[in-house]
């Protein structure tokens, strides 16, 4: 089982940048791939980006690319969402989340969720 905890949410002005974080218990965190999901109020929760097992390989949604990168360091059991130029569009509760299958669009295949980060982008 993995517990997944984010850190590092706020708010910014927009064209800012934020920084997430999501700590992972366990031993076997590179044995589950990793992404964040963000939802906005009144909204489902939609995908953002993954990460795989590695590290090797990403993959954003299409409004984020350019914008956000997501990394990994398995030493640490750390996986991060750096997000630059922010949108007010961008304001959502963001999730960390895990799989031992590779990390999906669909929030209902995720195994693990964290609690969630508030980020809020002001105009």
């Known amino acids: 089982q993995v517990q997944l905890v984010e850190s590092g949410g706020g708010l910014v002005q927009a064209g800012g940048s934020l920084r997430l974080s999501c700590a992972a218990s366990g031993r076997t965190f590179s044995s589950y791939a990793m992404g964040w999901f963000r939802q906005a109020p009144g909204k489902e929760r939609e995908f953002v980006a993954r990460?795989?097992?590695?590290?090797?390989?990403?993959y954003y949604t299409d409004s984020v690319k350019g914008r956000f990168t997501i990394s990994r360091d398995n030493a640490k059991n750390t996986v991060a969402l750096q997000m630059n130029n922010l949108k007010p569009e961008d304001t959502a509760v963001y999730y960390c989340?895990?799989?031992?299958?590779?990390?999906?669009?669909?929030?209902?295949?995720?195994?693990?969720w964290g609690q969630g980060t508030q980020v809020t982008v002001s105009s």
């Open positions: 989340a895990a799989r031992r299958q590779a990390i999906t669009t669909k929030p209902s295949d995720i195994t693990y």
């Open positions: 990460i795989n097992w590695g590290g090797g390989s990403t």
